[in-house]
């Protein structure tokens, strides 16, 4: 049974439907109409599970216009998947440096990649297929260059600041990265489970979950 979402953009209204072929078949916004389908249509079904026809159909397309876009299937797959990463981490950094110290900006990311309200619980959704599909497709899963920045930028900030020590730095990112992983793993059974573990985590960070008697 598809969902309703299949054919609503990311910007939270429905893909504009025209007569035919668009006019601006090459242009950056026809690009994006076709991602912002696919992504959904992809993590819900797998590379497998969605064909061009559907994608197609629900952005309003030609196969033509899509072809035009991604000569392959698989390219706009992996495109999908750079997309949805790109979308996570853009989003994040305009907001990331209205944050005052390392402890905000790291619970700032976890609420921003649960909220639905973005629909970033999609884009995780297919960041994760992808890592699951990644043993049927031949291409590449580049990770884009905004995810390095962002990471640098918060821990050079953290150093300067004297939040974290600079030869602590792969292990903050390691932690950092599979603190992300989880919540979003989580998030695909259900979103009440990830907000509890982000709660849990900052009262665990704050030290009043729990505490552990220093040994001698």
Do not use: C
Request: glycine share 6%; no cysteine.
């Amino acid at each position: 049974m598809k969902s309703k979402d299949a054919n609503v953009a990311f910007h939270g209204r429905p893909v504009r439907r025209t007569a035919g072929r668009p006019t601006d078949i090459d242009g950056e916004e026809t690009r994006r109409q076709i991602l912002d389908v696919a992504v959904v249509k992809f993590s819900q079904y797998g590379l497998k599970g969605t064909t061009l026809r559907d994608i197609a159909a629900s952005a309003d397309v030609t196969a033509g216009t899509i072809h035009h876009h991604f000569p392959t299937k698989e390219e706009l797959y992996v495109s999908s998947f750079q997309y949805s990463i790109e979308q996570l981490y853009t989003g994040f950094h305009k907001i990331m440096r209205e944050q005052p110290d390392l402890h905000s900006r790291l619970f700032l990311f976890l609420d921003h990649i649960t909220d639905s309200t973005t629909r970033n619980d999609i884009r995780q959704r297919m960041v994760l297929r992808a890592w699951v599909d990644r043993a049927h497709i031949e291409t590449e899963l580049k990770i884009p260059p905004v995810v390095g920045e962002t990471l640098h930028e918060i821990v050079s900030h953290a150093v300067q600041a004297g939040e974290l020590r600079a030869e602590d730095t792969p292990v903050f990112l390691a932690t950092f990265r599979s603190i992300v992983w989880g919540i979003a793993v989580l998030q695909l059974n259900t979103h009440t489970d990830a907000r509890m573990a982000i709660d849990g985590l900052r009262l665990l960070v704050d030290g009043s979950l729990a505490s552990w008697a220093k040994q001698p």
